[in-house]
């Protein structure tokens, strides 16, 4: 695979893994918690096109993409750069698995192989909510909830993992999400902007995703930076047409 695009993909993958900036103030012990009623965007059908940018500290990659989402069930994307269909993407309940027109070869990674990999639990509705801008965890009664004058922080645990929401008070839609990781301070940020209505609810039509993580010869930050441009739900089924020449080599 070209290794431009193959390290734009393998960012895609990475994804599977999701605002003020001023201190929030945890409320005094013994007060009920705020409610917190998050806004999260709900459909059927989704699909959407959009701008994708891969940036390293090396190189910057951009590719154009057509989504479709049948929710809770498959994610399907197309990439193309320059007019030139370089490969796409079919994200399941199983698996991710990732096909290069140019090189003739694919790639499957396994949710436990990525999990394992980021020490972070990867699976569809991890992807899907990330790039809905919805909660990447379910709430939990453990959750701890604290309120700034225009913000509430939602901050969950799972594992050695901190997940802090930033939910803007007023629209009640997450416009920051941190998560980090104890043992090896790995993290991953996702700045969601740009709302505008899809399907009766706000919807980001800009995001940007910053992953910092420790390698053996230091640590490195991957960028990645999407801008829909149209975005739309429905009820109408949508196809999601994908297969695997015999001839493509599986990597």
């Known amino acids: 695979m070209n290794r431009h695009l193959r390290f734009w993909l393998f960012g895609l993958a ?115 909510e990330a790039m809905l801008g919805n909660l990447i965890l379910p709430r939990n009664e453990s959750d701890d909830i604290s309120q700034e004058s225009s913000f509430f922080m939602l901050k969950q645990q799972t594992g050695n993992i901190t997940v802090s929401n930033y939910v803007n008070a007023a629209s009640m839609k997450i416009e920051k999400v941190d998560m980090k990781e104890s043992t090896n301070n790995n993290s991953l940020t996702l700045n969601y902007s740009n709302f505008q209505p899809v399907g009766g609810k706000l919807f980001p039509y800009n995001g940007t995703i910053n992953l910092f993580y420790k390698t053996l010869s230091g640590v490195l930050n991957t960028t990645i930076i999407f801008e829909y441009n149209k975005a739309e739900v429905s009820d109408k089924q949508l196809k999601f047409p994908f297969n695997i020449p015999k001839k493509y080599v599986r990597r």
């Open 14 to 128: 990475v994804l599977a893994v999701a605002c003020s900036k001023k201190a929030v103030s945890t409320l005094p012990t013994g007060l009920a918690k705020p409610d917190l009623n998050i806004e999260e965007i709900h459909f059927e059908y989704m699909q959407g096109k959009a701008r994708m940018v891969l940036r390293d500290a090396n190189k910057e990659r951009e590719v154009k993409t057509n989504i479709r989402i049948h929710k809770d069930s498959v994610i399907w994307m197309t990439f193309s750069v320059i007019g030139v269909q370089g490969g796409k993407a079919l994200i399941n309940k199983d698996s991710i698995t990732i096909v290069s027109n140019l090189d003739k070869e694919y790639f499957v990674f396994e949710y436990a192989e990525l999990s394992k990999r980021y020490n972070f639990d990867i699976n569809y509705n991890v992807i899907q």
